[in-house]
């Protein structure tokens, strides 16, 4: 029987793909790294998990901060504290692409996010996800969760952009090139069905269990 000990997912901001991930991790028995992986990171940096948050996922986060900040005049709102100089995002990419290895070796886990693709790239039992949705369902999704008074277009090409110079800068990758991924998955066919679609995937083919 075809056994993959890691699952990653890639995914557009807002197109549920967290939620898609969650779910394959609950179907799996698998435990699901997402959020929970800022912590981990975190604990080796040494530094506060609000920190590592900030840059998670970020080419780099205080300049990221600063220029979001004089773009929609809101400068005040930002603090640029010691640790985000210290711990830079570059230092946190080292550290979140350890602790990814480090997750890999204990296997059975589904990662979500931080170019684990790219970071796993080459390892057989590894199965690699995109998920995506049209523009429509992501905005409404993040309005949803994010309230009216958001302006989610531009978060989700900020967020979106940030994501793609993150793969592209530390790993050389095109965050969404189909070759990096065993499956890409339209999430408008709801989360249900994805999540079907990918333990059907999972499933059908893979690597020998020893």
């Avoid at 080419?59 to 640790?83: E, H, K, P």
């Amino acid at each position: 029987m075809s056994r993959w000990q890691v699952v990653t997912i890639g995914r557009e901001y807002g197109s549920g793909g967290a939620a898609v991930g969650a779910a394959v991790a609950q179907a799996l028995g698998y435990r699901l790294l997402d959020r929970n992986l800022i912590e981990r990171i975190a604990a080796a940096a040494q530094v506060d998990p609000q920190v590592a948050e900030r840059l998670d996922e970020h080419v780099d986060g205080w300049v990221a901060r600063i220029n979001r900040a004089l773009r929609f005049g809101a400068f005040d709102s930002v603090a640029v504290d010691a640790g985000d100089a210290i711990v830079d995002a570059a230092r946190m990419q080292a550290l979140t692409a350890a602790v990814i290895q480090e997750a890999a070796a204990e296997g059975q886990c589904v990662i979500v996010g931080r170019a684990a693709q790219c970071v796993l790239r080459g390892r057989p039992d590894v199965f690699n996800v995109f998920v995506y949705a049209p523009r429509g369902d992501r905005a409404r999704r993040l309005r949803a969760r994010l309230g009216p008074e958001v302006d989610v277009d531009t978060l989700i090409d900020d967020t979106d952009r940030e994501r793609a110079a993150y793969v592209k800068l530390h790993h050389g990758c095109d965050w969404v090139d189909r070759r990096l991924y065993h499956l890409m998955v339209n999430a408008a066919l709801g989360e249900a069905a994805s999540v079907k679609i990918v333990l059907a995937a999972l499933e059908a083919g893979g690597p020998s269990a020893s």
